[in-house]
């Protein structure tokens, strides 16, 4: 097999989560059943009703977030273990037991609940799965050193070099252009639904914005100065022990869900 998509074989189960198939979630069954060759009737449930499971590729289908939703189900798998009551203290979650047992934080400004079998942020399933395996490499870090808010730059942290330039285009000029020319009032009062608090320096600007618990992220904005010929300059600085928490991969794309979080709320106002 191993034509078909996992989201087309998870289209066609009913989300449940159940386990009856002996997986943890219906992602992970279905990331089974289209890489693995597993029988799709382990699940009791499953619509296979007019799908060729021998077709090729179902046309339309986006194969990076097909990736994605395999390793969203692979993080699931690998976190099935934890002890979430155990760790939800240093990752600065809330336990809250049950079945399925959840923990909460804030992200962005945004309640997540994450249980083994999925997540919700502010009461929906977030759309792009790239946000469920930010927050799952979150948990699966099982925490470490708390933040003492020492600020690198990208640049410092271990195997980096290829990542600064990604961080300058997803995050830092996106932010520089939509922080140009804005009073600092009016950028503070942008970073308020991220809690955001000031920071203390000599920047036109300085934010410490709490992405994750355990993962501050330091915004530092000069602003345009066209007498001087200088451009607005963003520079984003991280906890020197933020990767005891994500990722270098995680740790960009949580940048540039900050820079998507600022252009939403300033288009909202
Ligand atoms: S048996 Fe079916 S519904 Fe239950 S978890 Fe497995 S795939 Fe989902």
């Not at 059943?33 to 339309?60: E, F, K, R």
């Not at 336990?95 to 994450?114: C, D, K, T």
């Not at 950028?187 to 618990?213: F, H, K």
Request: with cysteine.
């Amino acid at each position: 097999m191993g034509a078909v998509t996992p989201l087309a074989i998870f289209k066609r189960t009913p989300g449940t989560n159940c386990g009856q198939c002996g997986r943890p979630t219906c992602l992970a069954f279905s990331v089974a059943v289209s890489t693995t060759g597993a029988d799709p009737a382990g699940c009791p449930y499953i619509d296979l009703a007019g799908l060729d499971l021998g077709a090729a590729v179902i046309a339309g289908e986006d194969p990076s977030r097909e990736r994605d939703l395999a390793l969203v189900a692979h993080l699931q798998e690998k976190i099935s273990d934890l002890d979430f009551a155990a760790i939800a203290g240093v990752l600065g979650a809330v336990w809250e037991g049950g079945a399925p047992e959840v923990l909460i934080f804030s992200y962005l400004g945004q309640a997540a609940r994450l249980a083994k079998t999925g997540i919700f942020i502010d009461g929906v399933a977030p759309e792009d799965p790239r946000d469920a395996i930010l927050l799952y490499n979150y948990v699966h870090s099982g925490g470490g050193r708390p933040p003492d808010h020492t600020w690198v730059g990208m640049e410092s942290l271990p195997n980096s070099i290829s990542k600064v330039r990604t961080l300058a285009t997803y995050c830092e000029q996106r932010l520089a252009r939509l922080f140009a020319g804005k009073t600092p009032a009016t950028i503070m009062a942008l970073g308020q639904p991220l809690e955001a608090r000031p920071g203390s320096g000599t920047a036109s600007v300085e934010l410490i914005v709490p992405v994750l618990p355990m993962v501050p992220q330091y915004v530092l904005f000069w602003d345009e100065e066209p007498a001087d010929g200088f451009e607005a300059r963003v520079k984003i600085l991280f906890d020197q022990h933020v990767l005891d928490f994500l990722d270098i991969e995680s740790l960009l794309f949580a940048a540039e869900r900050m820079a998507e979080r600022f252009e939403c709320i300033s288009v909202a106002r």
